[in-house]
């Protein structure tokens, strides 16, 4: 790679000695992290992003052809920023038969999908043997297609409802299809922050152990950060730290996403005074991500929550991954994203081309199409 003159992108001083550390492939700091937050020079802390980036993946940028769906939106634990959750006497409750499910994915619009990307609600209707069911018929139907199911909350959930532990649960899952989990339900780790936004989650433990024993198995995860509610720059470090010491043992996280908190329709937004985040915000999360978390290979722009156009620019910021044309995506829509259902393969390439990178198709182990 050619010598890249870091010093000469950055105006606040104090981000010097990181800036040194970068090209010496030296680990941040705790401290290192809150001077990244507090730093006025977002300039300066993208042309970091943008180094680490540009010596993992040169002008590559991933996509893949996914499709998204929720088997069911009943859930009883009440998380505060939730807009997608139903009651069972909510006339928008819903569970997805199997069948169900499998006429979705015939339909045309889902014929290239690479990705079947699954978090519901916690059912407590929902055994071992409707996801065993479930992912078997997926698969025999659709052997093309890979399933990448439950957050690690919803695991543990389902888990103890089938009276199984989470090893036997995986594995039945595993013998069943499943290949893979996305990484949502991290929230923030910091206890002092979840206990608010979400009361009666289990606690960042449960998502830490759940993630390792998946590791542990060969599956591969992702992990998430929600941010831009409550929590203040120390929670965000501090969680970001914990997925780098998690990953530093197991290997096992393939993507980091930061979810920009969409405000509508939820009770958190209800509770305390929030607005919506901003460009500068979202760019810095990337970043920062891209910065702190050393050893985890991809660091995705998800466009249905920052906007296309951000998703773009956010490839110069550290992002290496542009998620997918997920086709109908519930979970940010109904907190009130502006963005649309769905990006087709070609508007995906265009948005990556345009910002002059280079589009990479692939499935969701990274193999490239
Ligand atoms: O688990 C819920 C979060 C997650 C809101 O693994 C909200 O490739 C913002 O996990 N505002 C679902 N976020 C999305 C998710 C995800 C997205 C993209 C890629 C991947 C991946 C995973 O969204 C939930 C929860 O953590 N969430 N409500 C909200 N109002």
Not at 89 to 113: G, I, M, Q
Request: with cysteine.
């Amino acid at each position: 790679m050619p010598a890249f003159p870091l010093p000469r992108y950055i105006s606040d001083e104090r981000l010097l000695p990181l800036a040194d550390k970068v090209l010496r492939k030296e680990r941040l700091t705790f401290e290192d992290g809150l001077l990244l937050y507090a730093s006025p020079d977002l300039t300066g802390i993208g042309a970091m992003a943008q180094h680490v980036r540009l010596r993992l993946h040169g002008r590559k940028t991933y996509y893949v052809q996914s499709r998204r769906l929720s088997y069911t939106n009943i859930c009883h634990t009440h998380c505060q920023f939730c807009a997608f959750q139903a009651k069972p006497d909510d006339p928008r409750a819903y569970v997805l038969s199997v069948e169900d499910v499998v006429r979705e994915l015939s339909k045309p619009e889902n014929a290239t999908v690479r990705e079947l990307h699954m978090t519901s609600g916690h059912n407590p209707k929902l055994k071992i043997d409707y996801f065993e069911d479930l992912f078997r018929k997926i698969k025999a139907a659709f052997p093309q297609i890979h399933l990448k199911v439950f957050t690690m909350i919803e695991m543990d959930y389902y888990a103890r409802n089938s009276g199984l532990s989470v090893e036997a649960f995986l594995d039945r899952c595993v013998a069943a299809g499943l290949e893979s989990c996305p990484g949502g339900g991290a929230e923030i780790f910091a206890p002092e922050i979840r206990e608010k936004i979400c009361i009666g989650k289990k606690e960042a433990n449960t998502w830490l152990r759940v993630a390792e024993i998946c590791h542990g198995r060969g599956i591969s995860t992702n992990c998430t950060m929600l941010y831009g509610h409550i929590e203040q720059p120390r929670h965000r470090v501090d969680h970001l730290l914990q997925l780098r010491e998690l990953q530093d043992r197991t290997r096992g996280f393939l993507a980091y996403i930061p979810l920009a908190y969409q405000i509508e329709d939820n009770e958190l937004s209800r509770t305390y005074e929030i607005h919506e985040t901003t460009g500068t915000q979202d760019l810095r999360e990337v970043a920062v991500a891209r910065l702190l978390l050393d050893n985890i290979p991809h660091i995705k722009a998800y466009w249905v929550m920052i906007t296309e156009g951000l998703a773009q620019i956010a490839q110069n910021y550290g992002a290496n991954d542009l998620d997918g044309t997920l086709i109908e995506e519930e979970i940010a829509h109904l907190a009130g994203a502006k963005t649309p259902q769905f990006l087709s393969k070609n508007q995906l390439e265009r948005l990556i081309r345009a910002a002059d990178f280079e589009p990479i198709e692939r499935d969701n182990l990274y193999n490239e199409m």
